[in-house]
């Protein structure tokens, strides 16, 4: 009789799950993605000039508190790429308006 039993717990756990309210959580959307560079990080962190790294990178040590941060030495941002900025210069009005 034990599998009977346990397959009556779980249509009751089943039945149960479904009709309980509150038991459902809805789903979050997910937010814009990131322009992440191959070492995780942002790509705010590249000179768009020189394509060099700002970043830092932590560097494990053998034990947890012998970590240390260290320049990230990445050349250029590798994701993709990110809208172009464009700069309209502001309309003047006249002076009768």
Not at 7 to 21: D, E, H, K, T
Request: aromatic fraction near 6%.
């Amino acid at each position: 009789m034990g599998i009977v039993e346990g397959a009556a717990a779980v249509i009751i756990g089943l039945l149960l799950g479904r009709l309980l309210p509150g038991s459902r959580r809805s789903a979050k959307p997910p937010g814009p993605p990131e322009p992440l560079c191959g070492c995780e990080h942002h790509h705010s962190f590249h000179d768009p000039e020189t394509g060099q790294c700002h970043s830092l990178m932590r560097v494990p040590g053998t034990m947890s508190r012998d970590s240390y941060h260290t320049p990230c030495t990445c050349r250029q941002y590798s994701g993709p790429l990110p809208l172009p900025e464009y700069y309209a210069p502001e309309i003047a009005r006249e002076a009768g308006e």
